[in-house]
């Protein structure tokens, strides 16, 4: 199982754009599949986007679908989400999660998680 910790959170203004970071350490971070979800108070956690352990693979929530990009770097066990084109409805904590499926998008299907990180879209 994989230590998750996400980074590069913070306040932006709506169509701006930030890249959150997932740092993972433990073995075999390029067998595992990466994904992002998000969580607003009171809500459930969301999908947002996943990629396989290869990188051949991703898949995006409907919401994010060409405004976000999801991609890994196995040299530096590190997944990464680029926010383009951000709304205030983007505002919430983003949480980073490895699964040992090739196509994961339920979060029951995600064994390890991060702490998570604010992102805030103001108006």
């Known amino acids: 199982q994989v230590q998750l910790v996400e980074s590069g959170g913070g306040l932006v203004q709506a169509g701006g754009s930030l890249r959150l970071s997932c740092a993972a350490s433990?073995?075999?971070?390029?067998?595992?599949?990466m994904g992002w979800f998000r969580q607003t108070p009171g809500q459930e956690r969301e999908f947002v986007a996943s990629i396989s352990g290869s990188g051949g693979t991703t898949l995006y929530a409907d919401s994010v679908k060409g405004r976000f990009t999801i991609s890994r770097e196995d040299a530096k066990n590190t997944v990464y989400l680029q926010m383009n084109s951000l709304k205030p409805e983007d505002t919430a904590v983003y949480y980073c999660?490895?699964?040992?499926?090739?196509?994961?998008?339920?979060?029951?299907?995600?064994?390890?998680w991060g702490q998570g990180t604010q992102v805030t879209v103001s108006s």
């Open positions: 433990g073995r075999a971070f390029s067998s595992y599949s």
């Open positions: 999660a490895g699964s040992y499926l090739i196509t994961p998008r339920a979060e029951k299907e995600f064994r390890s």
